[in-house]
């Protein structure tokens, strides 16, 4: 079992920058997929960001490419999502979630919601204009 717990949200500033935090606890914390999703009311979840175990591979969506880095410290059982110029329709709720495999053998997985095991329970973030 994998507790992961999100922190870092608040209010910002349209081109204003936060920095998510995802402290992880329970079994082998290294190993696994990490991922970063978002859900505004009224929409579905949808995917932001993820890496495989070691950070090497990382993937975007295309909405928060070059704006968003995804990042993990495995000494400190800890993932990031830095933001930086922030848009208001930015605004949602985000989720840390886990899986637990090393990497994904298909791309197309680490933007899939199902494919992730244990989930946090968000941090809201919101982007004023």
């Known amino acids: 079992q994998v507790q992961l717990v999100e922190s870092g949200g608040g209010l910002v500033q349209v081109g204003g920058s936060l920095r998510l935090s995802c402290a992880a606890s329970?079994?082998?914390?290294?190993?696994?997929?990490v991922g970063w999703f978002r859900q505004a009311p009224g929409k579905e979840r949808e995917f932001v960001a993820a890496?495989?175990?070691?950070?090497?591979?990382?993937y975007y969506a295309d909405s928060v490419k070059g704006r968003f880095t995804i990042s993990r410290d495995n000494a400190k059982n800890t993932v990031y999502l830095q933001m930086n110029s922030l848009r208001p329709e930015d605004t949602a709720v985000y989720y840390c979630a886990a899986a637990t495999v090393f990497a994904f053998y298909r791309a197309t997985d680490y933007y899939t919601t199902g494919r992730y095991d244990y989930w946090g329970q968000g941090t809201q973030v919101t982007v004023s204009s």
């Open positions: 890496s495989n175990w070691s950070g090497v591979n990382t």
């Open positions: 329970g079994r082998t914390w290294s190993r696994n997929v």
